[in-house]
């Protein structure tokens, strides 16, 4: 069993190390298990989020019909997330020295963040698909 | 054009884009070594004046379009750049083995960085070394032997690039097939409204009811 005293050290010690404390710190850690950035939903981003809400109203024609207006939300959050995936496709490309470097882990690496990318991609477009289909539903 | 770069501005001018698609066109591409800017914005150019697009849908799948067929494109530079790379891997480790002093114990690091310096010359100058050249093709090393080396050794990450090209390729042509679509329907119904407004009959009606 744990001595009080040993206990009383451990407490101590731990209460040193819980983290960054000033707010550049925290702003650095919050970035820490930061990749991509794809699986934050698009809307999330202010700027983005008043391009979509413009182009979604003028997809859904001005119309009041909620699941128009909802199909004409997911059509244009898709194409912006489009638009943030292939920027994070061509940083990977970037980092690995454009076509300069094609071998050994470097390519690997690339190949295997383009992949996960990929699965991004998919995804969005097959939303995309499913909500177009929707709309031009008569 | 006061000067021979196109941008997304005079893509404005020229073309009636839509006020809430346009920060999709005006995002400036994120360009690789070997691409420039008006590159990117002809190529979008020559998708607008193609297509047509009209309404605003159109015009997102358009843009998306115009996407794929860039990204297609760096997919094809990229495959020949890792064959390429792997040419100059695959000649240098033929170069390590087929050396007289191959078998030399301690010379192996003298001979791999001679080798390199070899495979990357003759990869820059293919006139560059005609001996070692000949000393390959002797040892049965020819172009063709090279190249089939260098595709073996691309061939994992060729397969990874080939899948991302085929997808891009799928997207393309389901896109081509929505905009087809797209315009028939659009067509379609506008035909079917000017018959309402002018209370016309479709014409094989016609036909029947004057039989």
Redesign the interface.
């Known amino acids: 069993m744990t001595s009080t005293r040993k206990a009383a050290a451990n407490k101590r010690n731990a209460s040193l190390s819980t983290g960054p404390r000033t707010l550049g710190g925290k702003q650095r850690s919050s970035l820490n298990s930061y990749r991509h950035g794809l699986a934050t939903p698009i809307a999330k981003h202010t700027s983005a989020a008043v391009?979509i809400d413009?182009?979604a109203?003028?997809?859904a024609a001005y119309s009041n019909d909620y699941w128009r207006i909802e199909k004409a939300r997911v059509?244009a959050e898709s194409?912006?997330d489009?638009?943030r995936i292939?920027?994070a496709?061509?940083?990977v490309?970037?980092r690995v020295?454009?076509?300069?470097?094609?071998?050994g882990d470097e390519?690997?690496q690339a190949?295997s963040a383009?992949?996960k990318i990929?699965r991004y991609e998919?995804r969005t477009?097959s939303k995309l698909?499913g909500s177009?289909e929707a709309?031009?539903d008569p | 054009m006061a000067n021979d770069s196109y941008t997304a501005e005079n893509m404005k001018d020229d073309f009636e884009i839509p006020d809430e698609v346009l920060p999709l066109v005006l995002a400036h591409p994120r360009l690789l070594p070997g691409e420039t800017r008006d590159e990117f914005y002809l190529m979008l150019e020559l998708m607008f004046s193609t297509i047509l697009p009209d309404t605003e849908l159109e015009w997102l799948t358009t843009i998306d379009l115009a996407w794929l067929q860039w990204e297609i494109q760096r997919y094809r530079r990229w495959k020949n750049a890792i064959i390429m790379s792997n040419r100059t891997a695959a000649v240098e480790s033929v170069l390590c083995r087929t050396h007289e002093g191959a078998a030399m114990s301690g010379a192996m690091s003298m001979i791999r960085a001679e080798s390199k310096m070899h495979a990357r010359e003759m990869s820059i100058n293919p006139n560059a070394h005609r001996d070692v050249r000949a000393k390959l093709e002797s040892h049965g090393y020819d172009t063709d032997a090279i190249n089939a080396a260098a595709f073996v050794r691309s061939l994992v990450p060729l397969a990874t690039i080939e899948k991302f090209l085929s997808s891009a390729r799928h997207q393309v042509m389901m896109t081509l097939r929505e905009v087809g679509l797209r315009r028939e329907f659009e067509r379609r119904a506008r035909e079917a409204m000017k018959r309402i407004d002018t209370n016309q009959t479709p014409p094989e009606e016609a036909e029947q009811t004057e039989a």
């Open positions: 391009n413009r182009l109203t003028v997809l059509v194409h912006f489009l638009a292939r920027v496709r061509a940083e490309l970037w020295g454009g076509f300069e470097n094609c071998v390519l690997d190949l383009l992949e990929a998919q477009r698909r177009l709309m031009l």
